[in-house]
């Protein structure tokens, strides 16, 4: 075996050094610093000692990292922090720059053959290759030391050439060096391919926690030979057959059990645990068709773009996932027994798959506790998201399919069945209606409609001859999908919206009219007021919603001056502000379109629902939460009282809500479109404060209350705390979009917007400069990395505002399309009560706060002095405060995390890219998570709480008292500990225990060792259980007479057994709903008073009546026989009628007495003689 000091002296001894040196300087793509690269050269050239016996000290610490570090960092551009701690010394040395446009991977070789092998097989593979690239190949290598070792003058043109040498003997042996092979290489050959593409800056985060297990394992020999790795479609193709063949597809392309452990859970990896072996799991894992991974109780999901279809159709919604279906399990289970709502929360950047897996999710959440697909619940259901899939997905650059609608999906289940599914949404990106950003397209239902309609469907519509790019909203330069994918999309589109009882027809003549009103134009005439160049569009569109095109035109071309005492002014408006106008109309008519839809959505529901979690009427959607008045005042006082309002409302509501719930949330993606709007803004601060909730779930709350209960010992992980992002957006005094309130109220422009933030926040260390500077951008440091704001749009979609003289249009009174008037009915009832348009501005978006705050804008009370108007709510806060309602609601359930990553950026089937992979695993500190859940206490439970769930677990003898305390569980935990194999085979994750004041402290290890010596006892005992009753059964029946076959039972719906009453029943909280409902614990409800009459033959007869005995009765001295009449007074005790004979009144049961009989009609008269 040719040893690493035998290759370092053939390869050339101190030229890779300088090899390694030059690498870095052109991966940053800056000009070379010479003084700076001659000290770097003269450290390495001072470790490296010309190569000894025990290899090149310099390829050392580079794979061991401290100390290559040091000599790295006497360039002002690099970044040593970023070099990460290989498993594999030698093989892989990684190095990024500040200005990540190349992350450069340079292999070394650590292979058995010898290095006249190595070079016969590059000089083949160099034959085969045109020009430069064998020029490169045959350079010698004298040569090129004697080029590095000269003045420092000329180095950076040399050293430039010597990189486009290297970088084509990468793309040489990138068939011997594949990304997943176990020829080492690693990540080198799908750096060098793919790292020039890659684009955006790295994530702001500190440097990576120290190493936690001991030095890795010498390398193990390599395969002599690697054959080329196959296509992905043939990857893809082989992963719908056996497992077999994929098996050995990915083995034959280096990509299988060599590319990393094939593990199912991320604990259990052996060896270092860094970075790069996590990375080289997940990459084993999906190259055999495993895009599920565990990190204990965390799953993540990799989106390898191999289904974008809709996951709640028939067809779709059998496919397997049974990792999505345990965790659905654990869910109701954990809702069953504590009565807990629980909640899966999906995060992830964009196109991470997120909304797809939340439809799995569903689709299991009603397999498990809702009766299957095929009951009327989960049909509603389906058609409802199949209808909102188009209206609220649009092609982006990140993602073709993303979903522009967050959604939270709130399903009340009841001793695990469910009975009520609630869908609340959170639209944001209302501006893409009328003006998509640069390169991306509009909602994908506008195309869809394009493509689906009939030639009588386009001229009902006045669509005739129109097509995408003659429709300004839809003038885009992505490209297109194919026609008969559109129409055929369209068509279940429509067939949904019947399901839902929505006519199609009066949604495509909104949707028709928000097209057609992109194509007005207007222009200023000779006096400067508006006048419409599209006539027709305009007539057309006034057409479709029910309004004359003149009164159309009055409402976007004239204004109405704020009310004085006395009487109002208009005044014809400019053609920007009609132009404006046109706009705010067409998103408040899509967006409420949206709205709509989703209140019908949530209609059906199940008889016995009562409070909902986020607003108090399950028929509304959050749009319409109360609680968001909070946001609708501005001003001191009055928007104090009105938060404290309603964030009593909300405790109450969570309080008092007596079903839990299990939640399904998909929320905003991170997101780096460049330069980004204020869309991307709010939704990148849902990410970051999704990033904050699961720090605090998972990092912060194990590290405080381990500290709070003297539990030593334990693991504190660095993690990235990104707070001060937080607060840098959302402050209320200074935060970005505090200030955005200001300067919308100041009517400012958004080159003082962006110089008031930076002169507040000036070294704030999350706001930076945009490159190149530019007077309306700035940039922030997310959690994913920096993203440039362009705050051009700012102001105009902050507000959100549309005049109340257009919305004047659609009254009853003028307007003949019922739904364009159902759209506005808040707001038209607001103006009906302040008697007209005044000058006030409604928002565009359907809140009911903002309906509110205009309608006490108008003046709606004459005789009073007129009060300040008060401005209505905006876009960031009303989002900001819908926000706080789900976080508030978060927090009183229990989180299930499910973290999402992309395979790569280009949305290739079955392609991973280590890079996109590895950028996504920092961001999201699945590396630190790792390291807890191996290492740390992320579990905690009360002493009762653990006596309760591992009953099992303990001795007959044990008392109640000794289960409940400290000191019983710590016995348990032992002899568990003591006689336990570990979690998994050959697992390096910690089995231990702690016990805190109140807690026990359980590792992950420990608690699947629980959880499987849990399943075994209840195993064996229902196994014994079964084995006695089978027994007494047949014993039974070989002594009886054959019985009658029973009438089976029907199997109940959910698959849980029913909680213990003793676990889940709380006295107190029992004696406070009774309070509430007004019921009396210590006395029965009184029964029902009994009828007072009887129905014989369809007519109801009342007391007293006249029965005839039907069988003889003698008792208490009262003989009755058969035909006797007697008199029927009324009803008595149960099955009894009080009857008078004898004088007495006696009870008699019904079946002595016969039917009463109905009065016979009286016939008719006869006819009268003629």
């Not at 926690?209 to 296509?231: E, F, K, N, S, V």
């Not at 067809?315 to 009565?339: F, K, N, S, W």
């Not at 979690?613 to 959607?621: A, G």
């Not at 003591?978 to 702690?994: G, H, I, K, N």
Request: proline letters at 8%; hydrophobic letters at 40%.
């Amino acid at each position: 075996m040719l040893s690493r000091a035998r290759v370092w002296s053939a390869r050339g001894g101190r030229s890779d050094a300088r090899r390694v040196t030059a690498g870095i300087y052109k991966a940053v793509e800056h000009p070379v610093d010479s003084e700076a690269l001659s000290k770097a050269q003269g450290c390495l050239r001072s470790r490296c000692g010309g190569g000894g016996a025990d290899g090149p000290p310099c390829l050392r610490h580079v794979a061991a990292g401290p100390d290559v570090r040091g000599c790295l960092g006497h360039h002002p551009l690099l970044r040593p922090h970023r070099l990460p701690h290989f498993g594999t010394a030698g093989r892989v040395a990684t190095f990024a720059s500040r200005t990540p446009r190349l992350l450069l991977h340079i292999p070394v070789s650590t292979d058995s053959r010898t290095q006249t092998a190595v070079d016969q097989e590059k000089k083949e593979e160099t034959l085969e290759e045109p020009g430069e690239r064998r020029q490169a190949a045959h350079r010698p290598r004298r040569a090129r030391s004697q080029r590095l070792d000269a003045s420092s003058s000329n180095e950076a043109v040399h050293l430039q050439r010597r990189l486009l040498s290297l970088s084509s003997e990468l793309v040489t042996l990138r068939n011997h060096l594949h990304v997943g092979g176990a020829s080492g290489g690693g990540a080198g050959a799908a750096g060098a391919a793919s790292g020039t593409s890659s684009s955006g800056s790295q994530p702001a985060v500190p440097p990576r926690a120290p190493l936690l297990l001991p030095p890795p394992a010498p390398a193990p020999p390599l395969q002599p030979h690697h054959p080329p790795p196959p296509p992905p479609e043939a990857r893809w193709r082989a992963g719908s057959g056996s497992g077999t063949a994929t098996a050995s597809a990915c083995a034959s392309a280096g990509v299988g059990a060599g590319a990393g452990p094939d593990v199912d859970d991320l604990i259990h990896l052996r060896g270092p645990l860094t970075e790069d072996a996590v990375v080289r799991a997940l990459q084993a894992r999906f190259y055999q068709n495993k895009f599920y991974t565990s990190v204990g109780p965390i799953l993540i999901a990799m989106n390898a773009y191999t289904d974008a279809g809709n996951a709640l159709t028939p067809g779709a919604a059998r496919a397997q996932r049974p990792e999505l279906a345990r965790l659905v399990h654990d869910a109701v289970r954990h809702q069953a027994d504590t009565g807990c709502p629980q909640a899966i929360i999906l995060s992830g950047v964009s196109g991470s798959g997120k909304t797809y897996a939340s439809m799995v999710l569903l689709r299991r959440l009603f397999d498990v506790a809702g009766g299957g697909p095929e009951t009327d619940a989960f049909k509603h259901l389906a058609a409802a998201f199949t209808v909102l899939r188009s209206l609220g997905t649009a092609a982006t650059h990140a993602n073709s399919h993303s979903s522009r609608i967050g959604h939270f999906i709130e399903v009340q289940v009841t001793d695990g069945a469910l009975y009520r599914t609630k869908i609340h949404c959170y639209f944001l990106d209302q501006t893409r209606v009328v003006r998509p950003p640069a390169g991306e397209r509009n909602y994908h239902i506008f195309y869809q409609m394009l493509a689906g309609l009939t030639s009588d469907e386009r001229s009902q519509l006045h669509l005739d001859g129109y097509t995408a790019n003659d429709l300004r909203y839809l003038a885009s330069s992505h490209p297109r999908r194919p026609e008969a994918e559109d129409g055929a999309r369209f068509h279940a589109w429509k067939s949904c919206l019947g399901v839902l009882g929505i006519p199609f027809l009066d949604v495509l003549r909104v949707l028709a009219a928000v097209l057609l009103l992109g194509n007005v134009h207007f222009s200023d005439n000779a006096e400067g007021t508006a006048e419409p160049n599209g006539e027709a569009e305009l007539v057309a569109a006034g057409s479709l919603l029910g309004v004359g095109a003149a009164a159309l035109m009055r409402g976007l071309g004239t204004r109405c001056a704020p009310r004085a005492a006395r009487g109002q002014a208009r005044a014809p408006a400019s053609a920007a502000a009609a132009a404006a106008a046109r706009d705010a109309l067409a998103k408040a008519l899509y967006c409420r379109t949206v709205a709509t839809i989703v209140r019908r959505a949530n209609s059906l529901k199940r008889l016995g629902s009562t409070l909902g979690t986020l607003s108090s009427d399950s028929n509304e959607s959050v749009h319409q939460d109360a609680a968001s008045r909070r946001a609708s005042t501005a001003g001191g006082g009055a928007r104090g009282r009105a938060g404290a309002r309603s964030m009593a409302a909300l405790n109450d509501a969570v309080r008092h809500a007596t079903d839990g719930f299990v939640g399904i949330l998909d929320m905003f993606g991170f997101e780096d479109a460049g330069p980004s709007r204020l869309e991307h803004l709010c939704a990148n601060l849902c990410a970051e404060t999704m990033q904050h909730f699961y720090n605090t779930h998972v990092f912060k709350s194990s590290a405080e209350s381990c500290r709070e209960e003297g539990v030593t010992g334990a693991l504190e992980v660095e993690y990235v705390d990104n707070v001060p992002c937080i607060d840098l957006v959302s402050s209320l005094r200074t935060g970005l979009l505090a200030a955005l309130d200001v300067e919308c109220a100041a009517r400012n422009t958004a080159e003082q917007y962006v110089a008031r933030i930076k002169s507040a926040h000036r070294g704030h260390p999350r706001l930076a400069e945009p490159r190149p500077p530019h007077p309306r951008r700035f940039a922030v440091r997310h959690y994913a990395g920096e993203v440039t704001y362009d705050a051009s749009d700012f102001l105009d979609a902050n507000r959100d505002a549309v005049p109340d003289e257009l919305l004047a249009a659609f009254d009853t009174r003028t307007c003949e399309f019922g739904f364009a008037t159902h759209l506005f009915g808040a707001e038209l009832k607001a103006l009906a009560a302040a008697g007209g348009p005044a000058g006030a501005q409604f928002r565009a978006s359907p809140t009911a706060g903002g309906a509110a705050v205009a309608a006490g804008a108008l003046g709606a009370a004459p005789p009073a002095p007129p009060a300040p108007a008060a401005a209505p709510s905006t876009l960031t806060q009303d989002f900001h405060t819908r926000l706080d309602n789900l976080l508030r609601t978060l927090v009183h359930a229990r989180p299930h995390f499910v973290r999402c990553l992309r395979a790569n950026s280009t949305e290739t089937p079955m392609h991973f890219d280590r890079v996109t992979v590895a950028r996504q695993v920092r961001a999201l500190q699945i590396l630190e998570t790792v390291q807890l859940m191996a290492s740390g206490y992320p579990h905690r439970m009360r002493f009762r709480a653990f006596s309760g769930r591992y009953r099992a677990l303990w001795r007959r003898s044990a008392s109640g008292a000794d289960r409940e305390s400290g000191a019983g569980c710590a016995r348990v935990l032992r002899s568990v500990a003591a006689a336990a194999a570990p979690p998994a085979p050959a697992s390096p994750a910690a089995v231990r225990w702690a016990l805190g004041k109140r807690h026990v402290f359980l590792s992950e290890g420990m608690r699947q060792v629980l959880e499987r010596m849990r399943r075994a006892r209840r195993q064996a005992a229902a196994e014994r259980i079964q084995a006695a009753w089978r027994a007494q059964r047949a014993r039974a029946v070989r002594g009886a007479r054959p019985a009658p076959p029973a009438r089976r039972r029907p199997a109940p719906i959910a698959g849980t057994p029913p909680p213990d009453p003793a676990d889940k029943c709380d006295p107190q909280l029992v004696k406070r709903t009774c309070s509430l409902f007004g019921l009396d614990l210590e006395r029965p409800p009184p029964l029902p008073p009994s009828r007072a009459y009887t129905v014989a033959n369809g007519v109801k007869l009342g007391y007293p009546q006249q029965r005839t005995v039907a069988a003889d009765w003698d008792e208490a001295g009262v003989r009755l026989r058969v035909g006797d009449c007697v008199l029927a007074l009324g009803a008595a005790r149960r099955g009894h009628v009080s009857v008078q004979a004898g004088g007495r009144t006696v009870p008699v049961p019904h079946a002595v007495l016969g039917p009463p009989r109905a009065p016979r009609p009286a016939p008719p008269p006869p006819p009268a003689p003629a």
